[in-house]
């Protein structure tokens, strides 16, 4: 993707911390005889996520269950299609789930069958959000709700923003339905994604895009108000449920990594330049949380480690609880930040914080 307002990080002599870092890691893999991608601990994770998600889709049309059952199936299914996707498809599309780039091709289709195009992920998330962490106007994720959740302070403010601590969570629940409605559709066809100007799409993508989102709807939506007892306003009911709990989940892990106390919202010069080098820059906008929890670790797909993530996304997430403090040992070498919150809770007390700075001048 090219840049149409040209932005660059400070060479810094091309980095001399992410030099070292990378170094000790690749000894740690090496000495260890590790592979990087994925393990059997990481495949057994995805296979009990994957039986999960079918028996729970077959559960839902089976129609041997109450519709009020049928609704808790629903609001189960948003979760694992999250947990789906956060441990499965999200090192799928960077490529870090196997060395063999038709295996990441495959379990990166899984995204469409949880409402997400991982060819527009891939532009907003990979491209984008990874080089421009935290930047207003550059990284979109911090346009969580335009116009009604304020996260920088060039954003204009307006008296809703008072209560933005209060709304942002239940907002949060529209992530989803939002993704699988609008915004593939949204950043697949503007001209730009931040300041990045988008790539001319080959055409498979455009039948993709189309096709998958249908096929999405016919399933989760469709098939169960033919198949079931349940009517088209229950079939209607199960589908909100699904993506509120899906949202939910996905807007908290999110903004749990990088809008928090102690992540910075760096802004470039007149001239577009940045102050860090990328990599000091990473570690200046991005925070862990729960490290030590394992329930975490198994749920969250290293998202909750998101300074090694960010450090190297290329590297399946089973193995950051290793490599951290690889990491952390050398932030605190070169006198860089290595933000974290021990705890979920404490992580979003921290981005509460956040939220109710923005929300005033």
Known sequence: ??????????????????????????????????????????????????????????????????????????????????????????????????????????????????????????????????????IAGHDEDLEIAPGLIRLSDDDKLTSMHRFQHYYAFPLYCLASLSWVFRKDYKKFFQAKVGECISPKHPRIEYFNLFFFKFLYYFLFFGLPVILTDITWWQGIIGFVALHFAQGLVMGLVFQLAHVVEGTEFPTPDVEGNMEDAWAEHQMRTTANFSMKSKSAAFLLGGLNQQVEHHLFPKICHIHYPAISKIVRETAHQYQLPYIENITFWDALKSHYTILKKFSVA
Request: glycine fraction near 4%; aromatic fraction near 14%; charge should be positive.
């Open 1 to 134: 993707m090219a840049l149409s307002n040209k932005l660059k990080f400070s060479n810094k002599n091309h980095s001399s911390f992410f030099t070292e870092v990378r170094h000790k890691v690749d000894h740690y893999f090496k000495s260890n005889n590790i592979e990087k991608k994925a393990n059997g601990a990481m495949w057994t994770k995805a296979i009990v996520f994957l039986s999960c998600f079918i028996v729970l889709y077959f559960l839902i049309i089976s129609n041997l269950f109450s519709p009020l059952t049928m609704l808790l199936f629903a609001v189960l299914l948003g979760i694992i299609s999250a947990f789906i996707g956060f441990n499965i498809c999200h090192d799928a599309i960077h490529g870090a789930l196997s060395s063999n780039s038709k295996v990441n091709k495959i379990f990166s289709t899984v995204f469409h069958f949880v409402g997400a195009n991982p060819y527009v992920w891939n532009i907003t998330h990979n491209v984008v959000h990874h080089t421009y962490t935290n």
